[in-house]
């Protein structure tokens, strides 16, 4: 008589696994969907999280590269952040290889509301940017990402990219008359 094989008694704790893993996921999703009306606890736990990365960094002196991703990273996130989904000059030469073309709808600023569609939505800015952190912090633990450096150089390129990029963003902000911030925005009642 034959034995079943051993092949047979793995098969269900691979099938295990991935159950485990499909009500991991959505334990996670549930946590993400209660979480998305609380911007401000969001921000805070985020924001914390980059002040222990940062004590963990001067308590240890080192991770310098690791910190230098980090902050480039959440560069690229602010900058998308800022920006419409759909760029105005990119429309405005659109608008002039149409204007050849024969007449078209209105859209002068003016004439036509438009309102601003960031380019990447603040929960998914806060979602990235959070995992980058944490991310970073577990990069902090393995001596293999503690790259000597001369942290000072990384630090003065990372403050004149900063600067040229945000001078950059502020100039198309207000070549093309869009503020992404609710500053300044009038507001209306609804009805009473």
């Known amino acids: 008589m034959m034995q079943p094989s051993l092949d047979n008694s793995s098969e269900p704790v691979t099938t295990d696994f991935w159950a485990h893993k499909s009500a991991l996921e ?3 999703q549930k946590f993400l969907d209660e979480a998305t009306p609380y911007s401000t606890y969001r921000w805070t736990a985020t924001v914390a999280l980059l002040l222990v990365f940062m004590i963990r960094i001067f308590t240890i002196q080192g991770f310098y590269i ?29 608008e002039e290889t149409e204007a050849e073309d024969g007449p078209t709808l ?13 380019r990447l939505p603040e929960f ?8 980058a952190t944490i991310i970073s912090l577990i990069a902090t633990m393995f001596k293999i990402f503690d790259i000597p450096v001369f ?11 900063f600067a040229i990029t945000m001078k ?7 070549k093309y008359g869009y503020i992404p911030f609710d500053i300044g925005k ?6 009473k």
Not at 71 to 91: R, T, V
Not at 168 to 174: A, F, L
Not at 186 to 191: L, S, V
């Open 168 to 174: 950059r963003q502020i100039k198309h902000m207000m």
């Open 26 to 28: 959505k334990r996670f």
């Open 66 to 94: 690791v910190t230098y991703a980090l902050g480039i990273y959440l560069l690229n996130l602010f900058l998308a952040f800022l920006q419409p989904k759909f760029d105005p000059s990119l429309e405005m030469d659109i």
């Open 106 to 118: 209105p859209t002068k600023a003016n004439e036509e509301f438009r309102p601003f569609i960031r």
């Open 124 to 131: 998914k800015f806060w979602y990235s940017a959070t995992k």
């Open 151 to 161: 942290w000072p150089i990384l630090l003065m390129y990372f403050l004149i990219l």
């Open 186 to 191: 009038q507001k209306y009642g609804g009805k």
